[in-house]
């Protein structure tokens, strides 16, 4: 990674193209932005360099998002991914994680009103290490299941596993987590429900960690609590 304190004109480049493209489609453009750097990263990962929509889904995909999450990238890109084609091949991984690192972060933990300073002390207090496993039970937007893997996974030794998950119940919340995890390259995300699709298709039961059929119902017949899971491992 580069000094983050550096500055790169390249960095300012690829962040006024987002912009201008995605306030042509969203009045909130944050997660636009994120989803079309997660791309963009992903494609530079993957050495892909078409500007085809398939080929954006198809490197989600493989990059271990759930359906519920991907329908959710496609929705918010679909539509115009072909304009990023100029900026497909021409920047490296770097390049975008430097973006992502030295700007989105910021505007995320903003957003979702994160602050990196409770997750920096609970990393020091619980001190998570390989072969131990952590559970996150309000996950948020995934920061501090992140950190921690890479904390984990750079102290690890050969052999030892490394078993962090966080569940988030917000889907907003688990969209970004699915997102951060793509562009960091820390693992993948998946959201599990235990109630009905929504219109918008955010919640997908196909592969659900929690029981077969989607998660546990509750007592009286009542509406099942829907519920995200975000595993990295």
């Known amino acids: 990674m580069k000094d983050m304190q550096a500055?790169?004109?390249k960095i300012e480049e690829i962040e006024a193209l987002l912009h201008r493209v995605e306030r042509k489609y969203a009045q909130d453009p944050l997660?636009?932005?994120v989803c079309a750097l997660a791309a963009l990263c992903l494609l530079a990962r993957s050495g892909e360099t078409s500007a085809n929509p398939a080929t954006m889904k198809s490197v989600f995909e493989r990059s271990?998002?759930?359906g519920a999450q991907l329908e959710a990238i496609v929705e918010a890109l679909g539509s115009h991914w072909r304009e990023y084609g100029e900026l497909i091949g021409r920047y490296s991984e770097d390049d975008l994680v430097d973006l992502f690192e030295k700007r989105?972060?910021?505007l995320i933990r903003e957003k979702v009103q994160c602050s990196p300073s409770m997750d920096a002390l609970s990393l020091k207090l619980l001190?998570?290490?390989a072969g131990e496993s952590c559970l996150d039970i309000c996950a948020g937007a995934g920061f501090f299941v992140n950190e921690a893997w890479m904390s984990m996974s750079r102290l690890a030794r050969s052999g030892e596993s490394v078993d962090l998950v966080g569940v988030e119940f917000n889907t907003d919340l688990a969209r970004y987590a699915a997102l951060l995890s793509a562009i960091r390259g820390?693992?993948?995300l998946v959201i599990t429900r235990s109630g009905p699709v929504s219109r918008r298709g955010l919640i997908d039961s196909r592969t659900?960690?929690?029981r077969e059929g989607g998660g546990p119902e509750r007592a009286g017949g009542s509406t099942p609590r829907r519920t995200c899971q975000v595993h990295f491992a």
């Open 186 to 188: 820390t693992g993948h």
């Open 208 to 210: 659900s960690p929690l």
């Open 7 to 9: 500055t790169d004109p």
């Open 31 to 33: 997660f636009n932005e």
């Open 127 to 129: 001190s998570v290490k």
């Open 104 to 106: 989105y972060v910021r």
């Open 64 to 66: 271990g998002i759930s």
